[in-house]
């Protein structure tokens, strides 16, 4: 089991910017892909945003051309840049990573979108 801390959330006005980090609590073997959900109550969980191993980088559509996500060399880092923020990017996110031996997800940071 892997610990995964996030840190960054917080209330901020619509048209905004938030930085999310996420930071394993150990370096790693194995990372496939390391990301952000996202889960508003009454939803179901959904992806944001994932960085593989070798960089490629994928986003949903709703967040494309506004939130970029980056790594740290050792790979155990990951940070989530969210600009021109929306209400309907209110929501709780967790930081995931995936390795062969399944996915561990984080305790989530809550992200508010409010004037």
């Known amino acids: 089991q892997v610990n995964l801390v996030e840190s960054g959330g917080g209330l901020v006005q619509p048209g905004g910017s938030l930085r999310l980090s996420c930071e394993a609590s150990r370096n790693i073997a194995g990372i496939q892909v390391m990301g952000w959900h996202r889960q508003v109550p009454g939803q179901e969980r959904e992806f944001v945003a994932g960085i593989y191993s070798n960089g490629y980088t994928k986003y949903a559509q709703s967040v494309e051309g506004r939130f970029t996500i980056s790594k740290n060399i050792p790979g155990n880092t990951v940070w989530l840049q969210m600009n021109t923020l929306k209400s309907e990017d209110t929501a709780t996110y967790f930081c995931?990573?995936?390795?062969?031996?399944?996915?561990?997800w984080g305790q989530g940071t809550q992200v508010t979108v409010s004037s």
């Open positions: 995931f990573v995936t390795r062969p031996y399944g996915t561990s």
